[in-house]
């Protein structure tokens, strides 16, 4: 049997992140590039934007109007997605944008999709047994 915090971290892995990360290339399609044009500091700014709508839904109990609040956290997801990617570029020097400079080399959704279950086949999969000596 599952703990409340195993269950939490299965279903988040297999399913709610799954649907936010779908909601983010659905939406990364519309944007095309410009999400590289002020970089960095342009996430924060729309993670802080969609902090206060959820500031408002959930702290004030306001009702939302435009964007429920679920909607509004799985557009946090795909902002903080795109952060990473632009913290990891710099830390490793890249630049695979064709904005920046790079390849431009992409995969879609299903690429995404089978690379995502084969990763969560892994954590969900046995450890295997580590001797003792290290």
Not at 5 to 25: D, G, H, S, T
Not at 96 to 118: N, R
Request: proline share 6%; aromatic share 10%.
């Amino acid at each position: 049997m599952q703990t409340p915090n195993e269950y939490m971290r299965e279903r988040i892995l297999r399913f709610i992140l799954p649907e936010a990360v779908r909601r983010w290339l659905d939406k990364n399609e519309d944007y095309g590039d410009g999400v590289f044009v002020f970089g960095p500091k342009a996430q924060i700014m729309d993670v802080q934007r969609k902090c206060g709508k959820l500031v408002n839904t959930i702290w004030y109990e306001q009702p939302a109007k435009f964007e429920s609040t679920t909607e509004v956290a799985q557009d946090m997801v795909g902002h903080l997605l795109i952060l990473l990617y632009m913290l990891d570029e710099q830390a490793h020097g890249l630049a695979t944008s064709p904005v920046l400079g790079g390849s431009g080399q992409s995969f879609s959704t299903e690429d995404f999709a089978q690379a995502y279950e084969e990763i969560i086949d892994k954590i969900f999969s046995p450890l295997p047994e580590v001797p003792a000596d290290g």
